[in-house]
């Protein structure tokens, strides 16, 4: 059997996203940006799309930008703006950014002399809104804080912060990558002044993101050249791939609160079946205030590249974290930041849910992990250690 739990990596493309990309690879090929009929009959598609991921958020369409990916439009978002203010030189962030958003705070920092405020997390690995309010100064020029941190499901208080960043007259991005598609996002009511999104988090193929930019800020374009996306970001629109998130978006809206309910589930059956079977293991996140669809659980005493390996044997795919630093063998920043022990840390593996998720695949998961975990602790001299002190 094979049980796929790392949606937060990516998702699979849905059929409905699918058979409303497939036209535009046969007969409905033209340049969108050209005069002729060809290109016309193509461009009502790309409004059509447009409108859809609009009204996700409740914003106007104008206010929607299509771009590659998350990372993108991250980065599009935050040097754009800065570039286009150039005299204010403090940015915020916090310290379990997606790495999207904290490379690029560093490499500001570093080569463009910009002073930055990491804001720290609990123990839950939530931020203080007092912490925010005390590093804001006439001089920030941007606050920058995700919607749902990707690693531990954690969902921060943007409408506080919007509200914050409003009130001094500062700008607020969020990188809503976990969160949009998955949790009802008003962007009028929260605040936010721009969004970034990426579509293969939600069951559109990757290659395709938005960045959403409110009416009134200012922000250089990203990449220069013609005048698609209304000047703000050049090349040839990818068509096929933006029907496709407009699709997902148009899905997303319809299912939303009741794929969140199932989901939130069998999210909860697997924590509390491992928890329960296991000793010695942590839930890493604030469970009061996580997505519906992720759990982070640290596993005391074994590698979670160990366990990640094993559980792939078994045709179970999870995550040590972000698909972005994969490569790396250092425990996690996020959990770090939130001053979890090494040993829980170092031992933690991310499972994440979709709306392809089925109970059977729990069920196998709850059946097979538990003895795997048990394996790696048997050949640990730390759980042998650990089991013999116990004992005296």
């Known amino acids: 059997m094979q049980v796929y739990l790392d949606n937060n990596a990516t998702s699979m493309v849905s059929p409905t996203v699918r058979e409303a990309m497939m036209p535009f690879f046969g007969e409905l090929y033209g340049n969108p940006s050209s005069m002729h009929f060809f290109g016309g009959h193509v461009a009502k598609y790309v409004k059509e799309a447009r409108a859809?991921?609009?009204?996700?958020?409740?914003?106007?369409?104008?206010?929607?930008?299509?771009?590659?990916?998350?990372?993108?439009s991250d980065n599009h978002a935050i040097r754009g703006y800065l570039e286009a203010h150039p005299e204010k030189k403090h940015i915020v962030t916090t310290k379990v950014e997606h790495p999207a958003v904290l490379n690029v705070f560093k490499y500001l920092e570093k080569t463009?002399?910009?002073?930055?405020?990491?804001?720290?997390?609990?123990?839950?690995?939530?931020?203080?809104?007092?912490?925010?309010?005390?590093?804001?100064?006439?001089?920030?020029?941007?606050?920058?804080?995700?919607?749902?941190?990707?690693?531990?499901?954690?969902?921060?208080?943007?409408?506080?912060?919007?509200?914050?960043?409003?009130?001094?007259g500062i700008i607020f991005h969020t990188d809503?990558?976990?969160?949009?598609?998955?949790?009802?996002?008003?962007?009028?009511?929260l605040n936010v002044d721009m969004l970034s999104l990426s579509g293969h988090k939600i069951h559109a193929?990757?290659?395709?993101?938005?960045?959403?930019?409110?009416?009134?800020?200012?922000?250089?374009?990203?990449?220069?050249?013609?005048?698609?996306?209304?000047?703000?970001?050049?090349?040839?629109?990818?068509?096929?791939?933006?029907?496709?998130?407009?699709?997902?978006?148009?899905?997303?809206?319809?299912?939303?609160?009741?794929?969140?309910?199932?989901i939130g589930a069998l999210r909860d059956k697997l924590e509390k079946g491992l928890t329960q079977?296991?000793?010695?293991?942590?839930?890493?996140?604030?469970?009061?205030?996580?997505m519906y669809n992720t759990t982070n659980i640290g596993f005391e005493f074994v590698e979670g590249e160990a366990i990640l390996l094993h559980l792939s044997k078994e045709g179970i795919a999870a995550s040590s974290g972000s698909a972005c630093t994969s490569g790396s063998l250092e425990p996690s920043h996020v959990l770090m930041s939130m001053g979890i022990p090494f040993t829980y840390a170092h031992g933690s593996c991310r499972f994440s849910l979709s709306k392809f998720t089925t109970e059977e695949e729990i069920d196998y998961a709850l059946k097979t992990i538990p003895p795997i975990i048990q394996n790696l602790r048997d050949l640990s001299p730390f759980y042998d250690d650990f089991i013999t002190k116990q004992k005296k």
């Open 52 to 72: 859809k991921v609009a009204d996700l958020f409740n914003v106007s369409p104008d206010e929607i930008i299509f771009t590659s990916c998350g990372s993108e």
């Open 112 to 168: 463009k002399g910009y002073r930055t405020t990491y804001l720290s997390v609990n123990n839950k690995g939530m931020i203080s809104l007092d912490e925010l309010k005390e590093a804001l100064t006439p001089d920030t020029a941007l606050i920058s804080v995700m919607t749902a941190n990707n690693e531990i499901g954690n969902i921060f208080p943007i409408g506080d912060i919007g509200a914050i960043a409003k009130e001094r």
């Open 176 to 189: 809503a990558v976990q969160a949009a598609g998955k949790l009802p996002m008003d962007l009028k009511a």
């Open 205 to 262: 193929p990757k290659g395709i993101g938005v960045l959403y930019i409110r009416k009134g800020v200012h922000v250089s374009p990203f990449i220069i050249g013609g005048h698609q996306e209304s000047g703000r970001r050049a090349g040839t629109e990818n068509v096929p791939y933006i029907v496709g998130l407009g699709q997902a978006c148009e899905d997303a809206k319809k299912s939303m609160f009741d794929e969140s309910k199932r």
């Open 277 to 290: 079977s296991i000793p010695y293991t942590h839930i890493n996140g604030d469970p009061e205030h996580r």
